[in-house]
């Protein structure tokens, strides 16, 4: 029963947090108005900027921010105790997380749909600005590079995806068309994607697929290969030919999911068997300030700021879909944070099954342990549904690999967007077209993935988690000295501003520290720089914000 009234309560929450403190902000702090034209009218192409219904757009936006890491995280995070875990994603992602995304989203749709990024020089200086492109350059590259490793060695650890996974592209392309060529409603083609990506889930079982070694490459490198190959092309087609579609079956594919999986949680009513607070968890690093930065997705994470001002922005048809989509696409992605959570601690048969999986954190930070306890604990909600352990394996595997499939591709192109503004900045006109840009991404994330056989995008993830929440600090920073030179309030995005860069310093510092013991020099380095990188865009950020500050009360005053 505490299962339950764990989801409702959470549930309700975040409905209250929507109408209400999602409402303020949204109409008191950033005024949104309807009649502003979006970058999308103001810019559209038929490629990036393509005006899109308010449904279609939610379902790009929630799983390009969503991914495989509100699982992930999640998965691992509780093995501090599910309290803990429960809490930071319902505070994170209402006070947080949605107001990140939300307000990244509109500064960038009253910038002509720049990057948060880009969007720097015109609100600090023009060195903040080629900082801050490069920070987020080094943080996509990591993530592109780790989670084409991720989606490789999920075909190798469920090969029933495999078949259903690129089934949906040629789905989604017909779905594309159809919407967008032939003018068809979405609503009945969309259903009918769905249903037959349940056909291809089916049929998947009975042909699993494992990848041989080619050409002397293992399995797992050739999976990176060909995953490198359709990031490129996804990439540079427009948008609409496979991304949105795409998209928009992955988010009613997960609506679906949860649907069984909150279903079966009400059947089988199953007791919580994980402990509420866990603080001898052998091998962890401390759960303050690591929580926090384990759970990102699912909280608040620097990335979904490249998302809101990358693609999703150059899609926004109205100023007036903007909480819909940022904010409650935020607290979304909480929900599947909080079903991910309840699935790790009330998904074992006992605290003695739970406790062999998270006997140590080497076992619960392994990928492979992470995915197996959603995956494997989803099963056994929906077996209380009728479903076979089988069916139910091959539903969620599918599920969590098409979401990682959505964070490769989405990273690549947002990737794309930042090469050609470092590029025309640079006046590098060959990697400043959409093509030169796109190798580029590729390339240099395929190098690092092939580091150490495949373990390259690995060797850096310590580092990720850190660099995100940093990049999430930097754009709430930002925000708040737009929201200053507005003469807004600034307390929604200064407190949790003030909060992430502590967290993550922290972080941040001990992961060097670590390093540094360890003999890491490359991990030692990385940080080193990341840290100086941050401190000299707060400073330059922090000299702006007091400049103006002095200025807003030298005009009240003569007033």
């Known amino acids: 029963m505490g299962s339950i009234l764990i989801a409702l309560g959470t549930f309700v929450g975040f409905i209250i947090a929507y109408n209400f403190y999602g409402k303020y902000i949204s109409t008191r702090i950033f005024e949104v108005n309807p009649a502003n034209e979006t970058p999308s009218h103001q810019y559209k192409d038929g490629v990036d900027y393509v005006p899109t219904s308010s449904p279609i757009l939610f379902g790009h936006h929630f799983t390009s921010i969503a991914g495989a890491a509100p699982i992930v995280g999640p998965a691992i995070a509780v093995i501090w105790g599910w309290v803990p875990a429960i809490l930071w994603v319902i ?86 068309f159809l919407v967008y060529k032939k003018g068809k409603n979405v609503l009945i083609p969309s259903l009918i994607a769905l249903a037959l990506m349940y056909v291809t889930i089916w049929i998947g079982i009975y042909l699993p697929f494992k990848m041989p070694a080619i050409l002397g490459l293992s399995p797992r490198m050739v999976w990176v290969i060909i995953l490198m190959i359709y990031a490129y092309i996804a990439s540079v087609l427009p948008v609409w030919t496979l991304l949105q579609a795409r998209d928009f079956i992955n988010s009613h594919e997960l609506m679906v999911g949860l649907i069984l999986i909150i279903a079966g949680l009400f059947i089988a009513r199953p007791e919580i068997v994980a402990p509420a607070f866990n603080h001898n968890a052998a091998g962890a690093p401390p759960i303050i300030p690591f929580l926090f930065i384990t759970i990102a997705c699912g909280a608040i994470s620097g990335f979904h700021s490249t998302v809101s001002s990358g693609t999703t922005v150059k899609q926004l048809e109205s100023e007036k879909d903007a909480r819909f989509i940022g904010y409650g696409g935020m607290l979304a992605e909480g929900i599947l944070a909080t079903i991910t959570i309840l699935v790790c601690i009330a998904g074992f048969a006992s605290l003695e099954a739970w406790t062999s999986h998270y006997a140590s954190w080497s076992a619960a930070n392994g990928l492979a342990a992470k995915v197996s306890a959603f995956v494997e604990g989803g099963s056994s909600f929906l077996t209380s549904l009728g479903l076979t352990h089988t069916i139910g394996t091959a539903i969620l595997s599918v599920l969590v690999v098409s979401f990682a499939a959505t964070t490769l591709d989405s990273a690549t192109r947002i990737q794309r967007y930042v090469i050609s503004e470092l590029a025309s900045d640079f006046k590098i006109k060959p990697l400043a077209s959409k093509h030169g840009a796109t190798l580029v991404a590729v390339i240099a994330a395929f190098l690092l993935a092939s580091i150490n056989g495949g373990a390259g995008g690995m060797i850096l993830w310590p580092l990720f988690g850190a660099a995100n929440q940093m990049l999430a600090a930097l754009a709430l920073l930002v925000v708040t000295v737009y929201l200053l030179k507005k003469q807004k309030p600034i307390y929604v995005t200064m407190l949790p501003f003030i909060f992430m860069v502590i967290i993550e310093t922290w972080a941040l510092l001990y992961n060097i520290n670590q390093f540094y013991g360890q003999g890491n020099t490359l991990l030692t380095t990385i940080g080193a720089i990341l840290f100086v990188l941050e401190v000299w865009m707060v400073v330059e950020s922090c000299n702006v914000f007091n400049k103006t500050r002095k200025e807003e009360l030298s005009s009240n005053i003569s007033a």
Do not use: C
């Open 91 to 176: 505070f994170g992602s209402i006070f947080l997380g949605a107001v990140h995304d939300f307000s990244s989203l509109m500064i960038s749709a009253r910038n002509e749909g720049k990057s948060i990024g880009e969007i720097s020089g015109n609100i600090v200086n023009n060195r903040v600005r080629t900082l801050f492109l490069l920070f987020i350059f080094f943080t996509l590259l990591i993530l592109i590079a780790v989670f084409a490793l991720i989606i490789a060695i999920l075909f190798e650890t469920y090969p029933q995806s495999v078949f259903p996974v690129w089934m949906e592209i040629p789905i989604a392309i017909t779905l594309g």
